[in-house]
């Protein structure tokens, strides 16, 4: 799998959705000791604690939703096996400019997984992306 700055490095990422995701992150960061790794606008971040990542997202007034991001090797391999499977995915793979190949399907429960690809190492600033600051402990 290669690297990509635009994307944490876990394998399965948590979205979590936040009313709020600038308080989210400050709450999340002062009380959970997570990091914040990448600002997307004011409606996304990322985050990571140790090997582990999340992506706090913005939820509008039903905040608490929440869907599973899963890093693949190869996405489009994947979508077949999951169609051929019977699972009923909401579009095929599309390729996006932060460097991600993706696609997403709801499961049985209801619960929204994407899957996605790195394709590529893009720096966050090409796309609007803002990195946080190093920590300087680390």
Request: with cysteine.
């Amino acid at each position: 799998m290669i690297s990509n700055r635009s994307m944490p490095r876990a394998t399965v990422i948590p979205v979590l959705q936040y009313a709020d995701v600038a308080e989210a992150v400050r709450w999340l960061c002062e009380v959970f000791g997570f990091r914040e790794q990448l600002r997307i606008g004011d409606h996304r971040a990322q985050l990571t604690v140790g090997d582990g990542a999340v992506v706090v997202a913005q939820g509008g007034e039903s905040a608490g939703g929440h869907s599973v991001m899963v890093r693949v090797d190869d996405v489009d391999a994947h979508h077949a096996r999951v169609l051929a499977a019977g699972a009923r995915a909401a579009g095929p793979p599309q390729s996006a400019s932060y460097g991600e190949r993706q696609y997403s399907v709801i499961d049985p429960g209801g619960h929204r997984w994407t899957f996605s690809q790195s394709i590529a190492d893009i720096d966050p600033a090409e796309w609007g992306g803002v990195p946080a600051a190093p920590d300087p402990e680390s």
